[in-house]
């Protein structure tokens, strides 16, 4: 085995034990994510009960429909009795009217019965409707909040941005203030074996976080099986993306404790500019060109791609390509400026 194999080995081994040391980096790169995720599928469990009326309109497959939607606990699903058709935007008095033809279904919610969502789609799907082909509104034409998807990309990216910023950021930061790297600095350890001996235990746990997350999605039956592997690949690009801004961010700063400070600031912003919580189209001009420019959009938008279909703004070409790029940059400019101790010139 060469010295700079056993070298690599030797380092990884110390950062994975640095990464768990620590209570609270521990907290926030492994636990505060799970939490963050729990409390958004407790609130989908808690709103999914409770009594919901049902319209069918008239198609050659109404008859089946009413028959899936009947066997829900609490739902009373019946045929749309008058002779025309519902109108556009108009429930009737009913929490949501569904129209099934073939594998395709449109479904129309009143917006403050979102706990209606869960069971039309789980009744749908066994009725052979396709979970892709489900379109779901509410009168004024807009996608209703249904809190098991959001649960969904938020912790993902709660998840990886936590694993970035307070799991690989913070602890390098942490590094430099007790004078570690500065010692690191004076032996033959080059830079970048040092970065790269961080990625190994980092990128296992976001393996663990997408893997996590494909099996609710399929548990959820919000995506197909066959197409988990496209949800992993945007979340590794996601990770790659964000790690590249954590090593920016721990490239020259010395304070852990303001960098902490910093990043829980920074987190709650880039999560709403991003559009995870609004459509971008809510949001104000000039913030929906910050917005724009933000990589964190794009990894948003490739995440609607699986989970939110009707939400997706750029094809998923443009969403991966514009994570490499960030990727590449934020990585060359993190390469650049890192530095041992803050006062090196070299």
Same mark, same amino acid.
């Given at each position: 085995?060469?010295?700079?194999?056993?070298?690599?080995?030797?380092?990884?081994?110390?950062?994975?034990?640095?990464?768990f040391?620590?209570?609270?980096?521990?907290?926030?790169?492994?636990?505060?994510?799970l939490?963050?995720?729990?409390?958004?599928?407790?609130?989908?469990?808690?709103?999914?009960?409770?009594?919901?009326?049902?319209?069918?309109?008239?198609s050659?497959?109404?008859?089946?429909?009413?028959?899936?939607?009947?066997?829900?606990?609490?739902?009373?699903?019946?045929?749309?009795?008058?002779?025309?058709?519902?109108a556009?935007?108009?429930?009737?008095?009913?929490?949501?009217?569904?129209?099934?033809?073939?594998?395709?279904?449109?479904?129309?919610?009143?917006?403050?019965?979102?706990?209606?969502?869960?069971?039309?789609?789980?009744?749908?799907?066994?009725?052979?409707?396709?979970?892709?082909?489900?379109?779901?509104?509410?009168?004024?034409g807009?996608?209703?909040?249904?809190?098991?998807?959001?649960?969904?990309?938020?912790?993902?990216?709660?998840?990886?941005?936590?694993?970035?910023?307070?799991?690989?950021?913070?602890?390098?930061i942490?590094?430099?203030?007790?004078?570690?790297l500065?010692?690191?600095?004076?032996?033959?350890?080059?830079?970048?074996?040092?970065?790269?001996a961080?990625?190994?235990?980092?990128?296992?746990?976001? *393996?663990?976080?997408?893997?996590?997350?494909?099996?609710?999605?399929?548990?959820?039956?919000?995506?197909?099986?066959?197409?988990?592997?496209?949800?992993?690949?945007?979340?590794?690009?996601?990770?790659?993306?964000?790690?590249?801004?954590?090593?920016?961010?721990?490239?020259?700063?010395?304070?852990?404790?303001?960098?902490?400070?910093?990043?829980?600031?920074?987190?709650?912003?880039?999560?709403?500019?991003?559009?995870?919580?609004?459509?971008?189209?809510?949001?104000?001009?000039?913030?929906?060109? *910050?917005?724009?420019?933000?990589?964190?959009?794009?990894?948003?938008?490739?995440?609607?791609?699986?989970?939110?279909?009707?939400?997706?703004?750029?094809?998923?070409?443009?969403d991966?390509?514009?994570?490499?790029?960030?990727?590449?940059?934020?990585?060359?400019?993190?390469?650049?400026?890192?530095?041992?101790?803050?006062?090196?010139?070299?």
């Open positions: 085995m060469s010295r700079s194999s056993s070298v690599f080995r030797e380092m990884v081994k110390t950062n994975a034990r640095e990464l040391r620590d209570g609270k980096t521990a907290f926030f790169t492994v636990l505060f994510p939490l963050f995720l729990a409390m958004f599928l407790g609130l989908g469990v808690l709103t999914a009960g409770g009594s919901y009326q049902i319209a069918v309109a008239p050659p497959d109404q008859k089946a429909a009413v028959e899936a939607l009947g066997k829900v606990d609490g739902f009373h699903a019946e045929p749309w009795k008058k002779a025309e058709p519902p556009a935007g108009d429930l009737a008095g009913y929490d949501a009217i569904v129209r099934v033809e073939g594998r395709e279904a449109s479904v129309v919610i009143e917006p403050s019965r979102f706990g209606v969502l869960s069971g039309i789609r789980s009744a749908l799907a066994d009725n052979g409707v396709d979970e892709a082909r489900m379109d779901f509104r509410t009168p004024d807009g996608a209703p909040f249904d809190p098991l998807k959001a649960a969904l990309p938020t912790g993902l990216l709660m998840s990886l941005m936590s694993t970035a910023f307070f799991g690989t950021a913070t602890p390098l942490a590094l430099r203030t007790r004078g570690t500065r010692l690191l600095g004076t032996t033959p350890l080059s830079r970048l074996t040092f970065v790269l961080q990625a190994p235990v980092r990128l296992a746990l976001v *393996v663990v976080q997408l893997v996590a997350l494909g099996t609710v999605a399929v548990a959820m039956d919000f995506v197909p099986l066959a197409d988990t592997l496209r949800l992993m690949t945007t979340g590794m690009l996601g990770a790659f993306m964000l790690f590249a801004f954590g090593y920016l961010i721990a490239a020259r700063l010395r304070n852990a404790e303001v960098a902490n400070g910093l990043l829980g600031l920074l987190m709650p912003v880039v999560l709403f500019l991003s559009g995870l919580f609004l459509p971008l189209s809510m949001l104000p001009s000039a913030l929906t060109t *910050v917005s724009e420019a933000l990589p964190t959009t794009y990894l948003v938008d490739a995440l609607n791609h699986d989970l939110n279909e009707a939400s997706a703004v750029h094809s998923l070409t443009v991966w390509l514009v994570l490499v790029a960030a990727t590449a940059v934020l990585g060359g400019l993190a390469a650049r400026l890192f530095r041992w101790d803050q006062g090196e010139d070299r």
